[in-house]
């Protein structure tokens, strides 16, 4: 269990994080997600105890951060933001380090190792120094750092952040499976990572949490949930057809995109719009290349709660 | 504190998996050569001992132990790595120590690769080797003075040239507090008292003491709470700016 209560960082006349509190339970995969500066590093590393907040406490499996940092620290793995390391050692002694402070015994130690070295194709790169290495690799060491003792609390800031698409995937693939029994924070302004891989997301904003649902929820918030979008063969047939469509009762207004290829039509009060649409379609006998259901989207909501670009 | 002693071999690997180990080690070797048979006149003085040898130390010391000290906790601040390190199981004591350790016990590295001196000296006459022994103690001591001063400044600034500047500036006060000019300015309007205080805080003061071959515990005592101290200071300073 995370819990965070009323937690607030000011620096000089900067408000970082402004009373904020939530709690995270095992099983859940938490997305943080924010601006830029909206306060998502500063929570973590004060959930971390790198930071001491200026009022609120934050409490890792019991344990308060600020009182009982050793007990804190010691449930928790955590990759900072830009996964940062001493350059000048290799992933291998790196790793030797962090198992050694993590107080892993000598077979167990064995068997983590080869375990996240496996998980994170660190194979190659071992006895290169880290400064060498690529951002990808470098972010892998990080995480492999941040799994090594297997903790119950796993703190994320941007864990895919300079991934190429397959490591990103991977590294998904890789949060995915220890998602059951541990608690996960991440934080990313990577939209799709949230519905990949999280189970909630909490919105911050100024240092404020402006929303906290799940990721579905969220998408619901957005005025393309349930709305229907359609392509059609002969895009001269699109003004007729969004005639007929912006006349059906279920139907609160229409849109075309930017190139004029893509017709979307907005249901009225959450009604469904996609049987109308395709009975429509068949009775006009249009030549339909595409008509789909959307589930809403993020990204819009996202700039709408966060109030557009800071 | 079993933290110390992993922070202790991490630190000290770093040291020799760069050049700067061994850039250092010549050049203090180099040095400390020079100062002792040219301008220490070593064997124009015609006397088995190694006095124009450790004479030098404190001066050898004011510029290149700054060199060690600057890089401990600004280039962990610079490189980021300074969050990974305390947000690991590791108290700051223990980080703090460790670290410190690691630099002193490559300092002493560096010093105790002067033997040939002391196998010359041997060579040439019949040395107090006890009183060398003492003298070794002695600088090795005011090494851990200043690298505790330096360690502190590291952790003040993310700048290591600042760190540099502000550990010569303050380790060159520490020297030459004790030089008669220095007291001067005080023996005339301060209490004799003061000018005694002021003159013990002396690192050249309590290193010649030692260096005679007399090993005082007071001198001993004098190397420890400077450390201490410095070492406490740095601990505070980057529990209370660890994260700027």
Redesign the interface.
Known sequence: MIEINQLKKVYGSLVAVDGVSFTVSPGEVLGFLGPNGAGKSTTM?MI????SPTSGSARVCGFDVDEA??EA??R?G?L???A??????TPR?FLD??A????LEPARKRERLDAVIAELHLGPVLDQ?IETLSKGFRRRVGLA?AILHDPQVLILDEPTDGLDPNQKHEVRALINSMAQDKIIVISTHILEEVEAVCSRAIIIADGRIVADDTPQALEARSRFHNAVSLRLADPSRLGPARAAIAALPQVAGTELDAAGERLTAFPKDGALVLPAVSELAARERWEVLELHLESGRLDEVFRDITGGIH | MRNVGIVFRRELASYFATPVAYVFIVIFLLLAGWFTFYLGNFYGRGQADLLPFFNFHPWLYLFLVPAISMRLWAEERKSGSIELLMTLPVTTLEAVLGKFLAAWCFTLIALALTFPVWITVNYLGDPDNGAILAAYLGSALMAGGFLAIGACFSAATRNQVIAFILTVVVCFLFLLIGIPQVLGTFSGWAPQALVDAIASLSFLTHFADISKGVIDLRDLVFFALVIGFWLAANTIVLDWKKAD
Not at chain 1, 84 to 89: I, L, R
């Open positions: 590393k971390t105890g790198f930071v940092p050793i620290k010691r928790i955590y900072p933001e830009g940062p390391g001493y350059g000048e050692m002694r380090f962090i050694a402070v993590r107080g120094s750092q």
